[in-house]
């Protein structure tokens, strides 16, 4: 262990302990961790999300999902152009810009839009006691406590909704500029992704996901880490067992308190009838052709960190032209009020067959694996519909 800069110190504190040449390594381990353990406290054991950061005699700034910070000398005026210059080299891609405006654009006319709309007291007034008073009054507490949430829920999604029809016009707007910018210094933000869309590799990769996004919300899981409960929604994707399904019954029908559907309502509101249309997997989407993709046949979803393909047919039926009226399409029971937990939905698969007189049921687990968007869930209850009013004519062909 050599005296030299800041281990100058701890050297001559070794020296005067008369320690061993062969001593003053452990010693040396010692007084490190003896260090680390009172500024332990201080750090993390897992790195935050987004971590990155460079160092360089030009720039040094750290980033992660909570902020950016740029460090200088002691020297620089105009710290708000370190900064810039920091931004710049972080290099963001034009769909975080996007985004940023966009939060900005809430935060800047949020308020203003409040309290124009809350100022319509009659209106907010009865959505309250919608909310105290959300169900009729013969259902279970832990039914009418389910309202309420789902009730509470739709009430975040009209406000986002009209938050975001406020505010798209100047984040559009705001675009156009990252273009024009993009295409004054000759188109160099693309690579600002780090994805080489020339290569076959980097673009199958770019399509799958990008039609992933398109077509699916994203995960929660994904974002706080931890599987919420939920309501069964139209656009559910779940697998059972070995097979794929997108539950394709409107959502009103699946609130508690609704009139159940196909079945007379019996004695257990905690039972939730449903549509589903069974999906089959298409593990290499880059065979389907834009005919297919866009048929409205055809979903994608992330599995165990691969894209894949969902369609109403087999692949090998549907090989050269996009998928019939006809689907397979089933119902089955939702237990316990159709509540996801875990990521689990607990249903009974019904069977065509009599069990002492009772139609056979098979209590089940499903795998909720992803959520359709509400146009393209959408889609599929319309499918629901189409197939079952199609007309089979008794035509022959040559």
Not at 302 to 307: P, Y
Request: glycine letters at 6%; aromatic letters at 10%.
């Amino acid at each position: 262990m050599r005296g030299n800069g800041p281990y100058a110190s701890l050297t001559e504190w070794s020296n005067n302990l008369q320690l061993k040449q062969s001593q003053k390594k452990w010693f040396f381990y010692w007084a490190i961790r003896t260090f680390e353990k009172k500024y332990l406290p201080d750090f993390t054991e897992s790195p935050p999300k987004g971590l990155s950061w460079n160092i360089s005699e030009a720039c040094k700034w750290l980033r992660t999902s909570r902020g950016f910070a740029c460090f200088v000398k002691k020297g620089p005026e105009n710290l708000l152009a370190e900064l810039e210059h920091a931004l710049v080299d972080w290099r963001p891609t034009p769909s975080r810009l996007l985004s940023a405006k966009y939060r900005d654009e809430i935060s800047r006319i949020g308020a203003e839009v409040e309290d124009t709309s809350l100022s319509k007291r009659h209106a907010f007034a009865k959505f309250y006691e919608t909310i105290r008073k959300p169900g009729k009054g013969d259902l279970p507490e832990v039914q009418i406590e389910l309202l309420r949430y789902y009730k509470l829920k739709d009430h975040v999604s009209r406000q986002s909704e009209m938050l975001s029809f406020l505010v798209e016009e100047t984040v559009a707007t705001f675009g156009k500029k990252i273009y024009a910018v993009d295409k004054a210094t000759g188109f160099t933000f693309q690579s600002h992704y780090r994805v080489n869309l020339e290569t076959d590799a980097d673009n199958k990769t770019a399509i799958g996901q990008y039609n992933r996004y398109v077509c699916c919300l994203p995960s929660r899981e994904d974002i706080t880490g931890d599987l919420v409960s939920e309501q069964l929604d139209s656009g559910h994707i779940f697998k059972l067992d070995d097979t794929w399904w997108v539950c394709a019954t409107p959502a009103c029908d699946l609130q508690p308190g609704q009139n159940t559907i196909a079945f007379n309502k019996g004695s257990d509101p905690t039972l939730r009838p449903f549509t589903a249309i069974r999906l089959y997997p298409v593990t290499d989407p880059s065979k389907l052709t834009d005919r297919h993709i866009n048929s409205g046949s055809y979903c994608y979803v992330e599995h165990e960190g691969k894209i894949l393909g969902l369609g109403v047919k087999p692949p090998k039926d549907d090989s050269s032209n996009p998928a019939v009226q006809k689907i397979d399409w089933r119902t089955f029971v939702a237990q316990r009020g159709g509540m996801i937990e875990n990521g689990s939905l607990s249903l009974l698969e019904l069977q065509l067959e009599l069990d002492d007189l009772k139609i056979k049921s098979n209590h089940k687990n499903a795998k909720i694996i992803a959520k359709l968007r509400y146009e393209y869930a959408l889609n599929y209850i319309q499918r629901v519909g189409t197939s079952v009013s199609r007309i089979g004519l008794g035509y022959v062909a040559l």
